[in-house]
């Protein structure tokens, strides 16, 4: 069964940072290799949105622009793991943010996220707050 467990949410102040990272259990090493993966939030009463996704190999990433230079996606494939370092953190960054792997071989899903629509297996979300 694979599932996919976020953790490193929590509630920080404006201009804070938080480390999130994302767990691929249930997929073999080669198997996590081959998907993208990316990082998406909801926040109360908005749609879903892609922040970042990143390749299989980890050399090429998206950004949403309001996160550029902010935030920065990596993966340890040895680990089966996703990360999402969050720096200067801002009130609107306020969301449930979801982990989330890519179909297997979709290669190019990383290049805009493409709305989600080429991700697989979601994790339940954790939830971060930014505040004044």
């Known amino acids: 069964q694979i599932q996919v467990v976020e953790s490193g949410g929590g509630t920080v102040q404006t201009g804070g940072s938080l480390r999130l990272s994302c767990t691929a259990s249930?997929?073999?090493?080669?198997?996590?290799?081959?998907?993208?993966m990316g990082w998406f939030r909801q926040a109360p009463g908005k749609q879903r949105e892609e922040v970042s996704c990143?390749?299989?190999?980890?050399?090429?990433?998206f950004y949403v622009d309001s996160v550029k230079g902010r935030f920065t996606i990596s993966r340890d494939n040895a680990k089966n793991t996703l990360y999402l370092e969050m720096s200067n953190l801002k009130r609107e960054d306020t969301a449930m943010y979801y982990c989330?792997?890519?179909?297997?071989?979709?290669?190019?899903?990383?290049?805009?996220?493409?709305?989600?629509?080429?991700?697989?297996?979601w994790g339940q979300g954790t939830q971060v707050t930014v505040s004044l």
């Open positions: 249930g997929l073999t090493f080669d198997d996590f290799r081959d998907r993208v």
């Open positions: 990143i390749s299989a190999q980890g050399q090429s990433a």
């Open positions: 989330a792997a890519g179909r297997r071989y979709y290669f190019g899903a990383y290049k805009d996220c493409n709305g989600g629509e080429d991700f697989e297996y």
